[in-house]
């Protein structure tokens, strides 16, 4: 009996080997009738076996893991619950705006609870984005001092 056309496929794509740890090299089970027929060149070796199911096994782990992360994801998703932050933009004459910016910024981080760095960086784009760009440096130092010294205490201990 001579062997199938896929058969001779598969054959074609296990000689080509694998060029990473992820390949579409799969290897399949012959019938009794193919392997009485063929001859034993035709068959992969031990060590195509072997990497086909080290391959199978590296699927298997990395389909677990990303499965792992999507429950994680969405589990902390759900505990979270959604935190509104209301933000009211006033326009305002300071003579002083570097402590006018650092008082602002010490309020919305205590009153808001905000400890997050996505929310800590949304707050900042928020300054960005409302302030003339005349202001942006002093935020931007203001910034950093007040993350320094709300969260630097935390770090120590």
């Known amino acids: 009996m001579k062997p199938s056309r896929e058969y001779y496929k598969k054959q074609k794509v296990q000689q080509r080997g694998c060029k990473a740890l992820c390949c579409s090299c799969r290897l399949s089970v012959s019938s009794s009738e193919e392997a009485e027929s063929s001859s034993s060149d035709q068959f992969p070796s031990v060590s195509s076996l072997a990497h086909a199911m080290v391959q199978e096994r590296?699927?298997?782990?990395?389909?677990?893991?990303?499965?792992?992360?999507?429950?994680?994801?969405?589990?902390?998703?759900?505990?979270?619950?959604?935190k509104f932050i209301v933000m009211v933009a006033m326009e305002k004459s300071s003579y002083d705006p570097r402590e006018d910016f650092r008082a602002s910024m010490v309020e919305m981080i205590l009153a808001n609870r905000i400890?997050?760095?996505?929310?800590?960086?949304?707050?900042?784009?928020?300054?960005?984005?409302?302030?003339?760009?005349?202001?942006?440096?002093?935020?931007?130092?203001?910034?950093?001092?007040?993350?320094?010294?709300?969260?630097?205490?935390?770090?120590?201990h």
């Open 115 to 156: 400890e997050e760095t996505k929310d800590l960086r949304s707050l900042l784009n928020y300054y960005m984005s409302m302030n003339s760009k005349e202001y942006h440096e002093i935020i931007l130092d203001v910034f950093y001092e007040v993350c320094s010294s709300l969260f630097s205490c935390c770090k120590c």
């Open 58 to 82: 590296l699927d298997q782990m990395i389909r677990e893991r990303q499965e792992a992360r999507h429950k994680e994801r969405r589990k902390q998703r759900d505990s979270e619950g959604t």
